[in-house]
T-cell receptor
Framework: NAGVTQTPKFQVLKTGQSMTLQCAQD?????MYWYRQDPGMGLRLIYYSASEGTTDKGEVPNGYNVSRLNKREFSLRLESAAPSQTSVYFCASSGDRGVYGYTFGSGTRLTVV | KNEVEQSPQNLTAQEGEFITINCSYSVGISALHWLQQHPGGGIVSLFMLSSGKKKHGRLIATINIQEKHSSLHITASHPRDSAVYIC????????????FGTGTRLQVFP
């Protein structure tokens, strides 16, 4: 089925470890996003990419880096994980800058101990 | 104050009841989205609205641009409707980023 695919679904890291969350979409969307979801808070934007080769910081970028490898793929990297980065991460994509809506991945539940 | 406020935060209902979830926002918008998130699951887009009303099955979404308010209604609620319902707005400032409410957790009991 067409959509947004995120991997992994679950991950446990030790403080200081690094990891990359992968996201791919097959809808030919230009824009891709990484959000984090924490209890009692709305989803918050970490980074977004309006097109291949461009990335911009969102609301909570500290501690993260991103790569827009090509039009399909947008990865999120934690260089040195901290307990404050324990969260559920969602990747999303949209075409025409969201005019036709957004499609979300199934989420990655990350725990940093 | 959050730019997008939802009420109530939590809602319980008996199967068959009519349910209303409200969303108010304080920014100019180009569109408003209603999203559904099942426990442990991903996020699914239900509606995108810029004016008026939309209906899909037992779900109805309305928006009043002048009052900066939207409602999501569920008719003849069913236990499978149990989920978190999230309101999100796309700012009219030309960005394609969404601003999210904190969600309404709905539980429908048989």
């Amino acid at each position: 089925n067409a959509g947004v695919t995120q991997t992994p679904k679950f991950q446990v890291l030790k403080t200081g470890q690094s990891m990359t969350l992968q996201c791919a979409q097959d809808m030919n969307h230009n824009s891709m996003y990484w959000y984090r979801q924490d209890p009692g808070m709305g989803l918050r934007l970490i980074y977004y990419s309006a097109s291949e080769g461009t990335t911009d910081k969102g609301e909570v970028p500290n501690g993260y880096n991103v790569s827009r490898l090509n039009k399909r793929e947008f990865s999120l990297r934690l260089e040195s994980a901290a307990p404050s980065q324990t969260s559920v991460y969602f990747c999303a994509s949209s075409g025409d800058r969201g005019v036709y809506g957004y499609t979300f991945g199934s989420g990655t539940r990350l725990t940093v101990v | 104050k959050n730019e997008v406020e939802q009420s109530p935060q939590n809602l319980t209902a008996q199967e068959g009841e009519f349910i209303t979830i409200n969303c108010s926002y304080s920014v100019g918008i180009s569109a408003l989205h209603w999203l559904q998130q099942h426990p442990g699951g991903g996020i699914v887009s239900l509606f995108m609205l810029s004016s008026g009303k939309k209906k899909h099955g037992r779900l109805i979404a309305t928006i009043n641009i002048q009052e900066k308010h939207s409602s999501l209604h569920i008719t003849a609620s069913h236990p499978r409707d149990s989920a978190v319902y999230i309101c999100a707005v796309r700012s009219s400032l030309g960005t394609d980023k969404l601003i999210f409410g904190t969600g309404t957790r709905l539980q429908v009991f048989p």
